[in-house]
């Protein structure tokens, strides 16, 4: 399993506990040498969720995949994506 990967994986396992309906849980994952750009997708009622009170919880789960792709030696980038 490649870093991405892994990223990818710990994105997806955090957003589930988070929204309502997990099964719309999509990610895609673009990396690069040292950089990984997971794009997260979530239901549209979920969005509010994910983004939270002033972007309050976009940025924990930032700061989360920041520390974790740090750990692992990547710089990783988090985009929320409209459907």
Sequence with gaps: MTVGEQLQEFIE??????????EQVRTNLLESDNTVVVELEVAGTDVGK???REGRMAY???TLLTGVSTKLGKK???QIMDR
């Design 13 to 22: 396992m955090m957003v589930r506990e988070v929204v309502d309906e997990s």
């Design 76 to 78: 990783a980038i988090l």
């Design 60 to 62: 924990a789960i930032r």
């Design 50 to 52: 994910v983004i939270g």
